[in-house]
């Protein structure tokens, strides 16, 4: 059991928080990392390493004069790199310091970018024999990363290298609660933050899909701004070869297929479509005797999407859209399951946003501002 202090608007107390760990050693905390007993913190920062958000500030605030000044006599990190300083005044030793690409609304493969920086300041732990290693989890730094992206990139490729690329160690998540004005509510929020954390931490799943981008991020070539100014074609280790085209174009990939054989296709009338969202949702309004204003008023919409939903039997909504009439009728998680799945949907547990959302579902927190409000406490984006 550790404390952790937790900051309620201008007070602070502590909390018995669990660190929540699983066999594979990832763990989350809500706390401050220039406190953290640890061998090593990480800090994202910007190409030049002056400048990285709060968090950063905070790191030099803690460790003192000396870190920016040898800072200054070392050469610059290129983007998607890392290196290891002392930490000097900090509880850590070491600091490893990382480049995060700059966020141009994914169009540059971003994701496999910034799980080159994780991934890279692990090594260097291991490297290191540092066996407790801290990584703030940014809201949106100067990259301008979404936090729940940046949230989801650094537990996934945590995971990833603990049980793929067998690092030894004890990773920290650390997160920041938001100020909520008092100790009272500071202290429900941390309970419900260790709650879900127990909750996400026992049914998250590193599917395939999310391996294969982690394995591509190993082969990420750092690069120095000045570098991508121009088309950059790297070469990854499936073979594929990335090129970058800067300014915010899209990145294309080179990558070699086998085309399917040809087999024998099934009569049309073989396949049987289940009833479409808009059939299902009036179904489940009917079952729970909601009227419309109720249903799309605890949703948090108007009447006129509503009227829209209701006259266009093919409608097919966002899939959060779907996630709110499901909190605004109260459906059990299997009703939930089967309103989604008419639109095409699912929640994934590879997802920490659907894992916070399906843990709100099971324990019966039906609200949507309860459900976004728990998703803002984790810095991820809201529904």
Known sequence: MITVTCIAGNNSFCCPAMILEDAMGVSFIIGDVTTLQADAVVNVINFEMEDGGSVNHAIHAAAGPELKEYCETTDRCPVGGAKLTPAFNLPARYIIHTVAPL?????????????????????????????????????????????GKALQIAYDTCRYCLIEKNITA???????????????????????????????????QLEEDRIRMLRLAEGAKPYFPEEAQRIREIMMPDGATMIVVPQGASVQFSISSIPPKPGNMPDREEFVPEAPFTKKLLRYMDAKGMTAPRVYSDAGYDRKLFSKIQSDPDYHPRKYTVVRFALALKLDPEETEDLLNAAGFAL????????????????????????????????????
């Open 170 to 204: 004890d990773i920290l998540l650390v997160l920041y609660a938001r100020d909520t004005g008092c100790n009272i509510q500071a202290e429900s929020t941390a309970a419900v933050f260790n709650t879900v954390a127990e909750y996400v931490k026992l049914h998250h």
């Open 348 to 383: 994934s547990r590879s997802m920490l946003v659907d894992l916070v959302i399906a843990y709100c579902i099971e324990n019966n927190m039906r609200s949507v501002w309860e459900v976004n409000s728990i998703l803002e406490n984790w810095g991820l984006e809201t529904i």
């Open 103 to 147: 966020w141009r609304d994914g169009r540059e493969q971003e994701e496999k970018w910034l799980a080159a920086c994780y991934l890279r300041s692990l090594e260097l732990a291991a490297k290191y024999n540092c066996w407790k290693v801290a990584i703030p989890v940014f809201s949106a730094g100067s990259s301008g990363f979404p936090s």
